[in-house]
């Protein structure tokens, strides 16, 4: 059963760091991408980070390099996503997602999704 599960969300002040988890589960094939995404109320969802779990080959969209890190630990299955120097414009609900390799930052070639986990920036 395929499975992504994000936990490390919450409140934080503005400055302030967070680390996502991602726990995937489930996925037979050894080359896919984990990507991170996220969604505030009225806005579109958008691309964060990705990682070739096969390689572990980095990508960030321009508007998001700097203040985000992407990783992964094999042996635990999972994908991070470090957040530092978070603004309040950082307040969203993140999702990690799972697509084929090539996937990019269009969230429709994602098959698999977490639950999402909210993230608030707010003194």
């Known amino acids: 059963q395929v499975q992504l599960v994000e936990s490390g969300g919450g409140l934080v002040q503005p400055g302030g760091s967070l680390r996502l988890s991602c726990a995937v589960s489930?996925?037979?094939?050894?080359?896919?991408?984990i990507a991170w995404f996220r969604q505030a109320p009225g806005k579109e969802r958008e691309g964060i980070s990705c990682?070739?779990?096969?390689?572990?080959?980095?990508y960030y969209p321009d508007s998001m390099r700097g203040r985000f890190t992407i990783s992964k630990d094999t042996a635990k299955n999972t994908v991070y996503l470090q957040m530092n120097s978070l603004k309040p414009e950082d307040t969203a609900v993140y999702y990690c997602?799972?697509?084929?390799?090539?996937?990019?930052?269009?969230?429709?070639?994602?098959?698999?999704w977490g639950q999402g986990t909210q993230v608030t920036v707010s003194s």
């Open positions: 489930g996925f037979t094939s050894k080359y896919y991408v």
């Open positions: 990682i070739v779990i096969g390689d572990g080959t980095t």
């Open positions: 997602a799972q697509g084929p390799h090539g996937s990019g930052w269009d969230p429709y070639e994602y098959h698999y």
